[in-house]
């Protein structure tokens, strides 16, 4: 018999229809309702319902905790502050030189290009004009 795993699978992977039915149901209901909606609950400062969002998201992609200056969600306001928490300052150094270029932030580096006229590579694959 196989061992079990002690990794979780995310939920689209374990069901597959679960994705379908979410692009499914977000064609038909209002895009701008659907923002307020997660917008507000975003936002919500209600412990069980923040703090419940937080650990789901932490479990759910596996998001490393370690570095952060507060590991429970509990010390959160909101979801949506969760993405700005702060991390312990030993950890991202900035560079001393006055002219270095530095992206202290946890983040991965998901494609990668060269810049051609004034077009850069954005998030997701989609160009867009340097220019404004």
């Not at 590991?71 to 270095?100: E, G, H, M, V, W």
């Not at 991965?108 to 160009?127: H, N, P, Y």
């Amino acid at each position: 018999m196989a061992e079990a795993s002690s990794e979780k699978t995310p939920l689209t992977e374990k069901y597959p229809w679960l994705l379908t039915l979410l692009y499914a149901l977000f064609s038909i209901i209002p895009h701008h309702l659907c923002g307020k909606v997660i917008y507000t609950i975003t936002r919500s400062q209600t412990p069980w319902l923040k703090n419940l969002l937080i650990t789901w998201f932490v479990k759910q992609y596996k998001i490393e905790t370690g570095d952060t200056l507060h590991k429970k969600a509990r010390y959160y306001p909101n979801f949506n502050s969760f993405f700005t928490r702060p991390i312990r300052s030993d950890l991202r150094p900035l560079p001393k030189q006055i002219d270095a270029i530095s992206s202290p932030v946890d983040a991965r580096v998901m494609t990668f290009g060269v810049a051609c006229d004034d077009e850069i590579l954005q998030a997701k694959g989609v160009s867009y004009s340097i220019r404004g």
